[in-house]
């Protein structure tokens, strides 16, 4: 088995960030699934501003369009309006890990898919 990337969505803007929210990313349905995001996965988040790196799990949002909000903890490693990259990695046998392609979305500055 191989971890490869699966999802990235690239360059996208943190739209907010609340240490006194509950979990620690909110990601809009909408662009969940045009990454392939899937509820509950976990995501590593790289803050092109900071360098800062971390692991979380992409709870389940309200279709709240364009929104890429840091949470709780998260909200120490960016500052809102940031650029910021998100990845998921999944295991894979070799025969798949030969052939699959990620998915990969490109962010505007409001976070709509282009």
Known sequence: ???MLTSKI??????????DY??????????????????????????V?????FSTCVPVEEDVSGIIGLD??????ALAN???ILVSCRAVGDAMARTRIPVVVHGDERNRVH
């Open 10 to 19: 690239h360059r996208a803007r943190s739209t907010r960030v609340n240490p």
């Open 1 to 3: 088995m191989r971890k």
């Open 22 to 47: 509950e979990g620690s990313i909110s990601i809009g349905r909408t662009l969940m699934e045009q990454a392939d995001l899937y509820p509950y996965e976990k995501v590593d988040v790289l803050s």
């Open 82 to 84: 940031d650029s910021v």
């Open 49 to 53: 501003n900071s360098g800062a790196r």
């Open 72 to 77: 709780g903890a998260a909200a120490g490693m």
